[in-house]
């Protein structure tokens, strides 16, 4: 089973699901959907959800300009 680091979760908390992360990313990536398995400790299914959406996640870290799902 996989775990995530208590900061991560405790962040996924706060999250209000308003969608601005989904509508001002470039690709539309489901963010609400991670926070949401992350909030319920589904680990292994947020990897699968995220890499079966989108291959190289980190890039987006790199290249976005918005970062909305990260503030």
Do not use: A, W
Request: positive net charge; glycine residues 2%.
């Amino acid at each position: 089973m996989m775990t995530c680091p208590k900061d991560t979760l405790e962040e996924c908390k706060k999250c209000i699901q308003c969608g601005i992360c989904e509508k001002k990313c470039p690709i539309h990536f489901s963010t609400s959907s991670i926070v949401t398995l992350y909030k319920h400790q589904k680990y292994n299914i947020v990897h699968d959800f995220i890499y079966s959406k989108h291959p190289f996640p980190i890039i987006c870290g790199y290249i976005c300009p918005n970062h909305f799902c990260m503030n």
